[in-house]
């Protein structure tokens, strides 16, 4: 009787971690072993190369701090993200207030819902090939802004070292705030609407019920998505490859391109991992305040 | 109170949706057109919304080139399996994390939640030493083991959270009866779960769909090759064709396009909620 009673605490001890193994397995071997993996390659003199490389310390931390290549592609990067999250911000927020308006009908918004959250939908090689397109000499970005007399007929805007990097910010803008309208919106509406109606008792105006009743209810919701698109902008990798790899002159290469060009294109492992290293750094950095930032919205 | 709405503001507010729609719809519109046109009146200027080449022409080869019929099979399978994959591991994951108390919960889980900040450019060098050790470099299973990686962490958080709200009352009587644990789960919990699982469902199929990073690195030969790399790759052949990329990216987009206006609200509610809950 005791016997089997230990046992079926010993089983009721184990069933858990066996409903989690397989989790458990795949984020050892595909999670916790890269992890350890590319913290030792950025240690390490021709890592992955050569068959017993060199421990060396530092040293690749050292070179890549002092190259100025490295420092240029964290500027990139800076601009790419802190641009692409602002703009975000300000568009998904205008676009939820728009379809959140009571001055149309459920019928239109739904519509224009669905228009609005299309390029959210695409993926970055569609997104890429499509503005490349669009934004071609003589294509039709030009001859739009032409009509407006804004550009002329062939202007460049991926080859030209002065406009690549805000070409492809916006083109990230517009993939990107559809994700911030959804959430937006759904937090729109969880403003009870006696809220709305007390301020209008006390004459308050639209900007001033924007600025005291919405921005206040959503901050938890902004803050969380604006985190998150943070992580997701600075590691963002395909939509920049495609649509300009880099150039010209490395006026597009972020932090993630750098690492790829360095590690695949001229086999610099420890390097490359040396700055990945460095990048996930950040990105953990931005994910404690995110986690912190979750708690206290359950609290 | 309707009719109390000063006319010049909406107004504005009209020209401002409708500008909206043009910004966001305006390019997937040309893409549509650009598909139907032949490569030089893509350019033509000014330029023409529809013209006398307007043709299926492009869709046609396509879909008769073998080659890239087997990109979209393989995106296809890629992405079912991965979807199955997730749902099962992270339902069994989400039922310990909903159901047990046990010394390292906390600690899973935070590894779990923290996943979901790696780049995966970050993991991409390990991984190809990783993947060619194993020998599954330019196989299935590099693409559907390492987007598992990405896929589950998102899925076990959603699940836990839906199987938190459902009580415990429900497995407790299926065991009374006499019943296992497997199956108060599969038999009660899961079939209760449904509309949280397809929305789970959904948001991994994108995922999967959508990588481009990994399928880029990970394999190498055409016949392995998925949708987001095979766009790309016609990008690189002799002249562009633009009508045939075009072609390409709208007949890739059409599974997540379809998914996406059929389950809007499904995905919306998860969306939304996984944003706030992290």
């Known amino acids: 009787m005791m016997k089997n009673r230990s046992k079926s605490k010993l089983r009721r001890k184990i069933t858990p971690y066996l409903y989690l193994s397989p989790t ?175 301020s209008a008792l006390d004459g308050a105006t639209k900007w001033k019920s924007f600025l005291h009743i919405i921005i206040p209810q959503l901050k938890p919701i902004l803050i969380s998505i604006a985190m998150l698109d943070f992580v997701w902008t600075l590691q963002s990798f395909a939509l920049i490859w495609m649509m300009t790899g880099g150039g010209p002159v490395n006026s597009t290469q972020t932090l993630s391109i750098y690492i790829y060009k360095l590690a695949f294109n001229s086999s610099q492992y420890g390097l490359a991992s040396a700055v990945a290293v460095i990048l996930l750094l950040l990105c953990v950095i931005v994910a404690i305040f995110y986690v912190k930032q979750q708690k206290k919205v359950r609290e | 109170m309707v009719g109390g709405y000063k006319r010049p503001t909406k107004v504005i507010l009209s020209i401002l949706l409708i500008l909206g729609g043009l910004f966001a719809g305006f390019p997937v519109l040309w893409m549509l057109v650009s598909s139907l046109k032949s490569n030089t009146e893509i350019f033509s200027w000014p330029p023409k919304f529809i013209d006398k080449s307007f043709s299926m022409r492009s869709y046609i080869e396509i879909l008769t080139d073998s080659e890239k019929v087997r990109y979209f099979l393989n995106s296809y399978f890629v992405s079912a399996c991965v979807v199955i994959l997730t749902l099962v591991i992270g339902i069994m994951a989400a039922y310990a994390f909903s159901r047990f108390d046990f010394p390292l919960k906390g600690v899973i889980n935070t590894i779990i939640v923290s ?8 993991l991409l060098i390990p991984y190809l030493s990783l993947i060619v050790t194993m020998k599954l470099f330019n196989t299935y299973w590099a693409l559907i083991l390492t987007y598992l990686v990405f896929t589950l962490p998102y899925c076990i958080l959603m699940i836990t959270g839906y199987f938190n709200t459902l009580s415990t009352d429900l497995d407790e009587a299926v065991m009374m009866d006499g019943g296992s644990r497997m199956k108060a789960l599969w038999r009660i919990l899961v079939p209760i779960s449904v509309p949280g699982l397809v929305s789970v469902g959904m948001y991994t199929f994108m995922q999967a769909w959508n990588e481009y990073l990994f399928a880029l690195a990970l394999t190498q030969t055409a016949n392995m090759r998925t949708i987001p790399v095979g766009i790309n790759m016609l990008m690189g052949q002799h002249t562009y064709d633009w009508s045939q990329m075009m072609a390409m990216s709208f007949l890739g987009s059409i599974p997540v396009l379809l998914l996406f206006i059929f389950f809007q609200k499904y995905f919306i509610a998860g969306m939304s909620s996984g944003a706030i809950k992290g």
């Open chain 1, 24 to 198: 458990i397995i795949l984020m050892l071997v595909l999670m916790v072993v890269p992890i350890y993996l590319i913290i030792k390659y950025s240690f390490q003199n021709n890592a992955i190369v050569v068959a017993d490389p060199e421990f060396v310390w530092l040293d690749n931390y050292k070179k890549i701090l002092s190259d100025s290549e490295f420092w240029g592609a964290v500027k990139t990067t800076f601009v790419f993200v802190t641009v692409s999250v602002a703009a975000h911000i300000i568009l998904g927020m205008c676009f939820a207030l728009l379809l959140n308006t009571k001055y149309f009908k459920t019928r239109t918004k739904t519509i224009a819902r669905v228009i609005y959250v299309l390029p959210w939908v695409f993926t970055a090689s569609v997104i890429a090939i499509l503005w490349k397109m669009m934004l071609q000499p003589a294509g039709i970005v030009d001859y739009i802004l032409s009509i407006f007399n804004l550009a002329a007929k062939d202007t460049e805007w991926l080859s030209n070292k002065d406009v690549a990097l805000a070409t492809i910010t916006l083109v990230n803008i517009w993939c990107g705030y559809p994700f911030y309208m959804i959430s937006i919106l759904a937090g729109l509406q969880g403003i009870p609407e006696d809220l709305y109606e007390s």
């Open chain 2, 115 to 122: 996943v979901q900040a790696v780049p995966a450019i970050v």
